[in-house]
């Protein structure tokens, strides 16, 4: 059964910085391509960024939104993929969801979501 | 910029059919698949139509996807609604510049 667990949500000022994880299980993490999603209350989800496998040199891509202030990483050996945010703004509160596409074209397998606010 | 544009909300009576509307700009939807999900309060999106008109295992056959090139615009078909259909669906696509965008979503009521 493919887990996705989300941490490291909080509050954090504006212009400060959060890490997330995301720890997975059930699935060949390493050949899998990782995505974060987010939603702020009442919106739809917005699509963040990914990170590719080894096998694409762990290529990564970011929405314009969040280009330049957040990097996403992983770490094969734990079966990790993180998202590292700087520079936070208020309009960066929202539940932050890890998600990996399924034999589809469809994010199958999602989290339960972490919630970062950022507030002074 | 790529972008997938949603009613805000629809209405519909139990055991009506109810079409919810995803039309492109910015690019032809009908270059990638689209993703049909359903989410309800304090859970994550599932999906109920992959790849424009697919049905994941578990999902009924009363949800149905389609892709008109004609008007941009997917659309995501379900017949002999059900309470249970209640929910926030949301439109999700590709874009040729490595984006994943997703509509601003379509709350369903089934009254």
């Known amino acids: 059964e493919v887990q996705l667990v989300e941490s490291g949500g909080g509050l954090v000022q504006p212009g400060g910085s959060l890490k997330l994880s995301c720890a997975a299980s059930g699935f060949t993490f390493s050949g899998s391509a990782m995505h974060w999603v987010r939603q702020a209350s009442g919106k739809g989800p917005e699509w963040v960024g990914r990170?590719?496998?080894?096998?694409?040199?762990?290529?990564?891509a970011y929405a314009l939104s969040v280009k330049g202030r957040f990097t996403i990483s992983r770490d094969d050996s734990k079966n990790t993929a993180y998202l590292q945010m700087s520079s936070l703004k208020t309009e960066d509160t929202a539940v932050y969801y890890c998600t990996v596409l399924g034999v589809s074209s469809s994010f199958d397998y999602w989290g339960q979501g972490t919630l970062v606010t950022v507030s002074s | 910029n790529f972008m997938l544009t949603q009613p805000h909300s629809v209405s519909e009576s139990p055991g009506k059919t109810v079409t919810i509307s995803c039309t492109g700009s910015?690019?032809?939807?009908?270059?990638?698949?689209v993703q049909w999900y359903q989410q309800r309060p304090g859970s994550a999106p599932t999906t109920v139509i992959y790849e424009d008109n697919q049905r994941p295992s578990g999902v009924p056959d009363r949800f149905s996807g389609s892709i008109d090139s004609s008007s941009n615009s997917a659309s995501l078909t379900i017949s002999g609604l059900m309470t249970e259909d209640e929910a926030d669906y949301y439109c999700q696509s590709y874009h040729n510049n490595d984006l994943w965008v997703f509509g601003g979503g379509t709350k369903l009521t089934v009254l």
């Open positions: 990170i590719r496998s080894k096998g694409y040199d762990y290529a990564t």
């Open positions: 910015g690019g032809s939807i009908a270059t990638n698949y």
